[in-house]
């Protein structure tokens, strides 16, 4: 992993033709740092938790960091994203400050959902950040319904949406609409989960512009795909059941970020340009447990020791320094101090922050007076009686 120095040079190097390399170095360096970025914070929180300074799930996405660079690389910062529970690589990719993510993970009113949501719910409207959700399969209805609502505003308004208070859709009021695309990221996991197949049936039958980003790391859990899935050999197939353009990019190429960006950038485009949806099935690998209590007894440490050979931070940094030969090895130390201080300033912040006023924030971002309908004593608000009792 690359952490401290510079990885050791291959004995061949690679002639790179796609559209990555036609990209400003200055472009590929910002990657590189947005993947150390997510792996030096994950790194400091795996700490804070085993101190029991962040509470609650935890799902660390070490080895998958290429994923969400290089797919958020390849579109626009107001195409709206949506992800599972192992969101903080997306989070940062997208821009999320580091103080407001960790404040999160920490459970603190500064964070970017006021602490209230943790780990699983990062959340961030200025970046077009959806969330972070918990519930296997849950986001792709939204991921299909933030398709639907960009294409409604680009083909029938003609301009954003205002909120309800008044904020612009757009955050720029003055701005047309333009076409869109959704990425909407699931884990292989999630291909079983009915409300999948209803989001992507409806996102084939309107050709709504949402990309389903499957983010296979071979393992749900503790399950392997192939125990659990069916086609997992040809998953392509199943975006095929909806009449949706699919994508394979394998391990190879999803763990080398410029591979990865080189096949996915012209899927995005077509998929903006003829608004229409995609399926990915974008292979890759997590080097920690699912979450921070796994024994890991489906996996060897071969198999985990196999991938990090292929580290996407460790790629990285040989091609801009032996490839490219636009950073040099003190560059890349000065750049690694750099993220390693401004993650520790994360964590001051966090840990300096207040937690939640319980007076002001237990009923507020929740549906107000639901108590009423829920309690199995009273009658519901509007007047009927709980069938229940
Ligand atoms: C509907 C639902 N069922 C079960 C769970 C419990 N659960 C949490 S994570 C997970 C595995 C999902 O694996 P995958 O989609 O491959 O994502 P990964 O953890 O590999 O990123 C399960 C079954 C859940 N959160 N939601
Ligand atoms: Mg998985």
């Known amino acids: 992993m690359a952490q401290t120095a510079a990885p050791a040079a291959p004995s061949s190097t690679s002639t790179r033709r796609g559209v990555s390399a036609d990209l400003p170095d200055a472009t590929l360096s910002k990657w590189l740092r947005d993947m150390f970025l997510i792996r030096e914070f994950e790194v400091r929180c795996a700490q804070a938790y085993q101190q029991a300074k962040i509470g609650g799930f935890c799902h660390l996405y070490i080895g998958q960091e290429a994923c969400a660079v290089g797919t958020i690389g390849a579109v626009n910062h107001d195409d709206p994203i949506v992800t599972a529970y192992r969101d903080h690589g997306h989070a940062l990719a997208r821009g999320m400050d580091p103080g407001a993510c960790m404040a999160e993970m920490f459970g603190k009113s500064t964070g970017c959902a006021k602490g209230k949501g943790g ?8 970046n077009w950040l959806f969330g972070g959700h918990g519930i296997v399969g849950a986001q792709t209805a939204l991921g299909t319904g933030l398709a639907f609502a960009a294409r409604y505003e ?3 308004l003609g301009k954003g949406v205002n909120h309800p208070d008044g904020r612009p859709a757009t955050l720029d009021e003055n701005a047309p609409a333009k076409k869109k695309v959704s ?14 197949h209803e989001a992507m049936n409806l996102a084939g039958l309107y050709s709504l512009p949402v990309i389903f980003i499957v983010e ?3 393992y749900s859990m503790g399950t392997a795909i192939e125990r659990g899935t069916t086609m997992a050999h040809n998953l392509l197939a199943k975006g095929a059941a909806y009449g949706i353009d699919s994508l394979k990019i394998n391990e190879e190429e999803g763990l080398d970020i410029l591979r990865l960006y080189d096949k996915f950038k012209p899927f995005a485009d077509e998929c903006r340009a003829k608004q229409r949806p995609g399926f990915v099935d974008l292979h890759t690998y997590r080097y920690q447990g699912h979450s921070m209590s796994d024994p890991q007894k489906y996996r060897t440490k071969e198999e985990v020791e196999a991938v990090k050979q292929k580290d996407s931070i460790d790629q990285l940094v040989l091609h801009l320094m032996n490839e490219r030969k636009c950073m040099t090895e003190a560059q890349f130390l000065a750049m690694q101090r750099e993220v390693k201080d401004l993650v520790a300033k994360a964590m001051t912040f966090a840990e300096e922050s207040p937690i939640p ?16 309908n829920l309690s199995p004593t009273r009658e519901y608000v509007h007047g009927a009686k709980n069938p229940l009792l």
Do not use: K, T
């Not at 990425?183 to 999948?196: E, I, K, V």
């Open 119 to 126: 780990s699983m719910h990062m959340f961030d409207r200025p």
């Open 183 to 196: 990425l909407c990221y699931l884990g292989d996991g999630a291909l079983n989960q009915g409300c999948l």
């Open 216 to 218: 296979n790391n071979r």
């Open 154 to 156: 680009w083909e029938v």
């Open 357 to 372: 006023d319980v007076d002001a924030e237990l009923y507020s971002d929740v549906y107000s007076n639901i108590e009423a």
